[in-house]
């Protein structure tokens, strides 16, 4: 990003980032449903010829921008003209699992519960499929206050498939300020803590809770002698 | 790692660390199938009073060694004496997908193909439920010389729910010296270049191949007339 002269992003990002990155540097900072918006600008500072860097929080791949850009440039058949780069972060999901322990070490699951751009059916299949099929399960966008009833919903299916006890983690702000870490049985969590700003993270049926952290076994007990 | 006296991890990791990292700290470096014993060590150093680092490549979370760390200290009943901390990295997921394009902006699974520690069962059943759920998929440890069937058992799971068009990227040393990335639909994807040291990311129903590029759109397009 040092080399970019336009620095493009959600104005809640760019208020984070120092201000010597920023020195001398064009910035384009839009609100929260400005996305679309966003790239374009990006596209239009590339098109004119000058280094443009789209921020995102946490990784710009994982529902991030990154794709976004990419479809900007391919409508406007722009693909061979721009160059496109995408620098990998750290995203949330890691970030939130190292605050709770250690409960991606086996086979996981991502889901946004946002139903803005997908139908909640989708999204309900794929909760469906996760449960039952006994994956670690990461919910981004668990609840916001205008909607709620998806949380608990994606929950109920989770407890179908693996009863009350199984760990939950709440990571809210991740290494932010105002950070958030919790971890308990699915039978004792509170909704009400979790907010856009949080993560939420479901384990396995060998998941358990060590130490006051969620632990998901890689298997190594079973097979060596720890 | 800084503070670290003491710095544990696989010779290859070790390796790959600049030598001024290393400068004046015990290092204790052990081959490929020993992490139980590079683990206990780490543990018997920390007990020691040092400061301990387990190094892992990417993020030590994601099949990584947090678990392992985790899972001694809770059987040696010490999770009160020794302070543990993850920290986050970024993911062999997220190099690969920024690689590639933009695969991950939606909801993705992530599944390890090695069957070492996991019954191949369970292996197949979580890729069955991922491909039927429209999920993008990650395959961790996809194919080495000794196990080169799994990968093409799950493509070929993958083939029924996706059909031959469905784009697959292959990323080999994501960011590192020798590094191959390419994309094509999943009927021309050759399985003579995988091993190891690589990542296969298959797209859900709705990712397309842009300038090369694998592209899974978040929704804008519908909701938005970009």
């Known amino acids: ?26 910035v384009i900072a839009t609100g929260m449903t400005g996305e679309v918006a966003r ?31 990419l479809e900007i440039l391919e409508k406007r058949g722009l693909l061979d003209r721009i160059e496109f780069e995408v620098i990998p972060g750290i995203p949330a999901l ?16 991502v889901i ?24 670690v399960i990461v919910f981004y966008n668990p609840r916001s206050k205008r909607r709620s009833a998806q949380l608990a919903q994606a929950l109920d299916i989770v407890r179908l498939a693996r ?6 983690g709440l990571v809210r702000q991740a290494f932010r ?24 993270v479901v384990g396995n049926s060998t998941t358990r809770i060590a130490g006051g952290r969620m632990l998901t076994p890689r298997g190594y007990a079973e097979k060596y002698d720890l």
């Open 1 to 26: 990003m040092s080399r970019a002269q336009t620095v493009v992003g959600y104005t809640g990002y760019i208020g984070g980032l120092p201000s010597q990155v920023l020195a001398g540097k064009n």
């Open 177 to 200: 300020e105002g950070q958030k870490v919790g971890v308990c049985p699915l039978g004792a969590f509170d909704f009400q803590a979790v907010d856009m700003l949080s993560l939420v």
């Open 94 to 109: 890691c970030a939130a699992a190292a605050l709770l322990g250690a409960p991606l070490t086996h086979d996981f699951a």
């Open 39 to 69: 790239c374009e600008s990006a596209v239009e500072s590339a098109l004119a010829g000058r280094d443009t860097a789209v921020v995102s929080s946490g990784d710009a791949g994982v529902y991030g921008m990154a794709g976004l850009v």
């Open 112 to 135: 946004s519960l946002s139903d803005l751009l997908t139908p909640w059916q989708t999204i309900v299949r794929r909760i469906q499929a996760a449960a039952s099929a006994d994956f």
């Open 163 to 168: 009863g009350e006890t199984v760990p939950v």
